[in-house]
T-cell receptor
């Protein structure tokens, strides 16, 4: 397995446009997470899925954000009516229970979003 | 809510040991993790420690946990230039849900 992949790696969009990002987790992992990272900060949790069920959403996830994982494999994160404050790196991670290390989360390379 | 704090910068000479410190507030943390992030890249999982352990060693990495003081440290022995990166500690409060990250410590290794 090649690890967690994300597409696109970079996205530049104009304010008010909608954007969608994709994450492909490690194949045997049943949990998938989305985080957002702004410059100089650590990643902040947005939401996570176990299989296709979305189990938790952060208060950071406004109504303009929606995430799906329709078949329990890849996931998409959509941002509607983008704002300049949405500019950030969007990171995806996946995990499954290891039995010894809890749920070790493995991260993808991220999608850098710039809203102009 | 949970809070995780780290010092912002650390500079060491090549070959010396580096110690990166982290404090957290959530007493129900079950696992604590260290991640490494290089410029423009995602996060690489380095190591972790279960909350009922005091120490874990993994090659050049040693993790120390003082649960009473909610203090975690990462020691890198024989630090190399390739270790230059931002290091994040993160805690997981159980159930496999979210990680709460610190702001990261930028490690600079000088020749």
């Amino acid at each position: 397995d090649t690890g967690v992949s994300q597409d696109p790696r970079h996205k530049i969009t104009k304010r008010g446009q909608n954007v969608t990002f994709r994450c492909d987790p490690i194949s045997e992992h049943n949990r998938l997470y989305w985080y957002r990272q702004t410059l100089g900060q650590g990643p902040e949790f947005l939401t996570y899925f176990q299989n296709e069920a979305q189990l938790e959403k952060s208060r950071l996830l406004s109504d303009r954000f929606s995430a799906e994982r329709p078949k329990g494999s890849f996931s998409t994160l959509e941002i509607q009516r983008t704002e300049q404050g949405d500019s950030a790196m969007y990171l995806c991670a996946s995990s499954s229970y290891t039995g010894t290390g809890g749920y070790e989360q493995y991260f993808g390379p991220g999608t850098r979003l710039t809203v102009t | 809510g949970e809070d995780v704090e780290q010092s912002l910068f650390l500079s060491v000479r090549e070959g010396d040991s580096s110690v990166i410190n982290c404090t957290y507030t959530d007493s129900s943390s079950t696992y604590l993790y260290w991640y490494k992030q290089e410029p423009g890249a995602g996060l690489q999982l380095l190591t972790y420690i279960f909350s009922n352990m005091d120490m874990k060693q993994d090659q050049r990495l040693t993790v120390l946990l003082n649960k009473k003081d909610k203090h975690l440290s990462l020691r890198i022995a024989d630090t190399q230039t390739g270790d230059s990166a931002i290091y994040f500690c993160a805690d997981e409060t159980g159930g496999g849900n979210k990680l709460t990250f610190g702001t990261g410590t930028q490690l600079k290794v000088e020749l």
